[in-house]
């Protein structure tokens, strides 16, 4: 639904790595490809690993490619990122963090209902979540360095 609103001319997954299970990414891949490969014409160099429990590695991942893209694409206008935080919430914090700092346009499809016949449900209580700290305001994180010393 986002893919056909957005209409990209490219799409980077991103995928929680180092994640539990450790097999994750592999089993999203596996569930996702036929999108990827079909619909997105997602090329394995445009999957963008982000750590499954640390927004702040996405946020600061996210920067870096905006920053080489702005290199890029400088001389044809420049591009735009679009984010879509799906899956995971501490992912999502990530990329709402860089879309807070870069002004990057977020597009969301939400579930207006759910239905299901309670037989179906699965009754058994969810394992507990862990819990992800950021900072918010300040400057309690360091910038990313580039591989000349400089920062971002």
Same mark, same amino acid.
């Given at each position: 639904?986002?893919?056909?609103?957005?209409?990209?001319? @490219?799409?980077?997954?991103?995928?929680?790595?180092?994640?539990?299970?450790?097999?994750?990414?592999?089993?999203?891949?596996?569930?996702? /490809?036929?999108?990827?490969?079909?619909?997105?014409? =997602?090329?394995?160099?445009?999957?963008?690993?982000?750590?499954? !429990?640390?927004?702040?590695?996405?946020?600061?991942?996210?920067?870096?490619?905006?920053?080489?893209? !702005?290199?890029?694409?400088?001389?044809?206008?420049?591009?735009?990122?679009?984010?879509?935080? =799906?899956?995971? !919430?501490?992912?999502? &914090? /990530?990329?709402?963090?860089?879309?807070?700092?870069?002004?990057?346009?977020?597009? &969301?499809?939400?579930?207006?209902?759910?239905?299901?016949?309670?037989?179906? &449900?699965?009754?058994?209580?969810?394992?507990?979540?862990?819990?992800?700290?950021?900072?918010?305001? /300040?400057? @309690?994180?360091?910038?990313?360095?580039?591989?000349? /010393?400089?920062?971002?």
């Amino acid at each position: 639904m986002v893919h056909k609103f957005v209409e990209p001319h @490219a799409v980077c997954p991103i995928l929680p790595f180092p994640a539990t299970p450790p097999r994750f990414p592999d089993r999203l891949i596996e569930d996702y /490809g036929d999108l990827f490969e079909s619909s997105w014409q =997602v090329d394995a160099r445009d999957l963008v690993y982000a750590h499954e !429990k640390s927004p702040v590695d996405l946020y600061r991942t996210i920067l870096v490619i905006d920053d080489a893209r !702005k290199r890029v694409f400088k001389e044809m206008g420049g591009s735009q990122i679009i984010l879509s935080p =799906v899956g995971s !919430k501490a992912l999502a &914090l /990530g990329m709402l963090m860089a879309a807070l700092e870069r002004d990057f346009a977020v597009v &969301l499809v939400e579930s207006l209902a759910y239905s299901a016949a309670p037989a179906v &449900l699965n009754v058994q209580r969810a394992p507990r979540g862990d819990l992800v700290h950021i900072w918010l305001h /300040g400057e @309690a994180y360091g910038l990313p360095t580039h591989s000349d /010393g400089t920062e971002s």
